[in-house]
């Protein structure tokens, strides 16, 4: 069984400052998925990355994959408030999860 | 805008019963998934259905577990005898296209309570 790691866990972050989550992965892929859940609601897509190198840029969030590495980062550029929420990295076929990574926002 | 759609919101059984989930993928989508997560924990994939059958499946998608789309528009997660362990919220989920991209358009889920 394939195995997703994340950190942090938990992400306190100051609104305006820039942070990293990491998605490591055990075994070799040629997908991963970003995903965002918001406190007691459903999942929301963020991102698919299917190649080594890709990255992509939506808003404040940035994602990238390094297949070789086996790692993907989650990067946040200047937080703001509405981006608290917990925050999953999938990787294959069969969407093995990571544990979720839980981001607060603090004024 | 389109969404999906999932009945009931919450579902109550006793342990030992059957259960049936039920999805309304968005309209012309024909990749349909289910996943479930036990609260306050990971999310875990189910099930991965396109033209009609199975297409991936993981470890805990057991005899117990079936899916179908009997209508061509709902399709449904069965647990034909629930255990204490599958009371989780359960999220269904569909995407236009499958392959090389996949995003996906997820249900607000069912929770489901066995007692």
């Known amino acids: 069984e394939l195995k997703v790691e994340q950190n942090p866990l938990f992400l306190s972050m100051q609104e305006g400052k820039n942070y990293t989550i990491y998605c490591n992965y055990s075994t070799t892929s040629d997908r991963l998925y970003w995903y965002r859940q918001d406190p007691g609601k459903s999942l929301e897509s963020l991102f698919v990355?299917?190649?080594?190198?890709a990255v992509k840029q939506e808003g404040r969030l940035m994602a990238s994959l390094d297949t070789k590495a086996r790692l993907s980062t989650l990067h946040i550029t200047a937080a703001v408030h509405d981006l608290s929420a917990t925050y999953f990295c999938?990787?294959?076929?069969?969407?093995?999860f990571g544990t979720g990574t839980s981001l607060t926002v603090i004024p | 805008e389109p969404e999906v759609t999932q009945t009931p919101s919450h579902q109550v059984t006793q342990m030992g019963q059957e259960v049936i989930l039920r999805c309304v993928p968005i309209s012309n989508h024909l990749y349909f998934y289910w996943y479930r997560q036990i609260l306050g924990q990971k999310v875990e994939f189910l099930v991965s259905f396109y033209n009609n059958e199975i297409s991936e499946k993981s470890e805990i998608f057991d005899d117990q577990f079936s899916v179908e789309r009997p209508d061509g528009s709902n399709f449904t997660l069965k647990i034909r005898s629930t255990k204490l362990e599958d009371s989780a919220m359960y999220f269904c989920a569909s995407s236009p296209t499958g392959g090389a991209v996949r995003e996906q358009f997820f249900g607000p889920g069912t929770r489901l309570t066995v007692l």
């Open positions: 999938a990787v294959g076929n069969q969407f093995y």
């Open positions: 990355l299917l190649s080594n190198g």
